[in-house]
Structure formats: C-alpha cells, structure tokens
C-alpha cells in the first residue's frame, strides 16, 4: 500500500471572512504496506540483484533498508 491520503473540504462560508475561495485539510500516509514473497521481507523496490560476470546474476546486495512508513497533514487554500 504505497499512497493514502484523507481530505476534508472546508466549508466555503467558513473561508470567505478571510478572502479565501477554497479550503482543504488532508492527512497522508506512505509505505503502509508491503507485499513480499513468503518467508522473505525483502521490499522489491529497494532490493538489488547484482550482476557476478558473464549472465550470471546473484542475489546479494540486499542490505537497503526498507521505505519506512511516511505520515504528512497539510492545508492546501486558494484565494
């Protein structure tokens, strides 16, 4: 689960004293969840498969350490 994010519209009664036409409030949340292989949790997007010589691939070079979970709340407002 990559990108969510929540938003409420302000009413605009609420904004016009203030000379705005739009308001908005948002919560945003990133790298909830990540599907993996069983019995491995190895996140594929930072993972790496390194090249040993002539068509050769091993799987080394997984040492990335995993999207941590992001959580943002803004306010986006037009006048």
């Known amino acids: 689960l990559r990108d969510v ?3 409420y519209t302000l009413p605009t009664r609420w904004m016009s004293p203030f000379g705005l036409t739009n308001a908005r409030v948002y919560f945003q949340a990133r ?3 990540t ?3 069983k019995g491995v949790d190895i996140d594929p997007e930072v993972s790496e498969v390194h090249s ?3 068509n ?3 799987e080394q ?3 990335s350490l995993p999207l941590r979970p992001e959580f943002y709340v803004g306010l986006s407002f037009s006048f």
């Open 5 to 7: 994010t929540l938003s």
């Open 31 to 33: 790298n909830l969840l």
């Open 35 to 37: 599907v993996t292989a």
């Open 52 to 54: 040993g010589g002539y």
């Open 56 to 58: 050769e691939f091993t």
């Open 61 to 63: 070079g997984f040492t």
